[in-house]
T-cell receptor, first 114, second 113 residues
Framework: AQSVTQLDSQVPVFEEAPVELRCNYS??????LFWYVQYPNQGLQLLLK??????LVESINGFEAEFNKSQTSFHLRKPSVHISDTAEYFC????????????FGQGTRLTINP | DGGITQSPKYLFRKEGQNVTLSCEQN?????MYWYRQDPGQGLRLIYY???????QKGDIAEGYSVSREKKESFPLTVTSAQKNPTAFYLC????????????FGDGTRLSIL
């Protein structure tokens, strides 16, 4: 079985500062990795995903995440955040083989201060 | 535009009542899922369905029931057996059960009166 740990429940940063949201996972099999973003009172939106190939994946709004197999991590980064990035971010994993049951981390609430 | 529609957005239930949450998708996705979200706990899988007329229990299925009579619909019933039903419920779908990201609806917030 897989598990996901998001090491920070809340991350406050100032606008235009860099940010890193940490995600570590545990699994005995190969996994796919995802980051989702949730704005208040809305569902989740896929931010980026790692399925195979390059370990560095990017989103259209400036976020990136790097799959590190040796450290079992998939940290999310952005070099300069904007007020509109305020949201909750969820890391998730699913097995490469078998049913695509997503296992989610507890979430990290990112708050951007002006 | 294609997407997932959950209704109602807010739902109130009296003790002992069953309530049904609606989830409809027009994405032509085969797989559908129900999650429960509680503060600080992330999302937990209640039920999922890979195909019409088939569904499997997730991690926290007790007190819930589902049906999948049509490809586009996957309603969730919260029964009176669910002792702590107050939560935010999210429905999702994916093209198939393997190797596809899931698309989410905007959720239904259920509260007990």
């Amino acid at each position: 079985a897989q598990s996901v740990t998001q090491l920070d429940s809340q991350v406050p940063v100032f606008e235009e500062a860099p940010v890193e949201l940490r995600c570590n996972y545990s699994s005995s099999v190969s996994v796919y990795l995802f980051w989702y973003v949730q704005y208040p009172n809305q569902g989740l939106q896929l931010l980026l995903k790692y399925l195979s190939g390059s370990t560095l994946v990017e989103s259209i709004n400036g976020f990136e995440a790097e799959f590190n197999k040796s450290q079992t991590s998939f940290h999310l980064r952005k070099p300069s955040v904007h007020i509109s990035d305020t949201a909750e971010y969820f890391c998730a994993v699913s097995e490469v083989q078998g049913a695509q049951k997503l296992v989610f981390g507890q979430g990290t609430r990112l708050t951007i201060n002006p | 535009d294609g997407g997932i529609t959950q209704s109602p957005k807010y739902l109130f239930r009296k003790e002992g009542q069953n309530v049904t949450l609606s989830c409809e998708q027009n994405l032509n996705h085969d797989a559908m899922y129900w999650y429960r979200q509680d503060p600080g706990q992330g999302l937990r899988l209640i039920y999922y369905s890979q195909i019409v007329n088939d569904f499997q229990k997730g991690d926290i299925a007790e007190g819930y029931s589902v049906s999948r009579e049509k490809k586009e619909s996957f309603p969730l019933t919260v029964t009176s057996a669910q002792k702590n039903p107050t939560a935010f419920y999210l429905c999702a779908s994916s093209i198939g059960i393997h190797n596809q990201p899931q698309h989410f609806g905007d959720g239904t917030r259920l509260s007990i009166l």
